[in-house]
């Protein structure tokens, strides 16, 4: 499983890539991107996000 985006609340500010340990995010087009398979769920970016426009469900 690997951490869901919600893009409606994504601004794009790339909180969460700088601190994903595994590089399992991205940003493109103003909006995160997730590399499920870099994903180790860790939940950092989930924590670090400003919007909440992350979680693990």
Do not use: F, R, Y
């Amino acid at each position: 499983m690997a951490v869901n985006a919600d893009m409606e609340k994504c601004t794009g500010c790339g909180a969460c890539v700088d601190e994903c340990p595994s590089e399992a995010l991205t940003v493109e087009n103003d909006k995160v991107v997730v590399i499920e398979e870099n994903c180790i769920d860790c939940g950092v970016c989930i924590e670090v996000c400003p919007v909440e426009a992350l979680s693990l469900e």
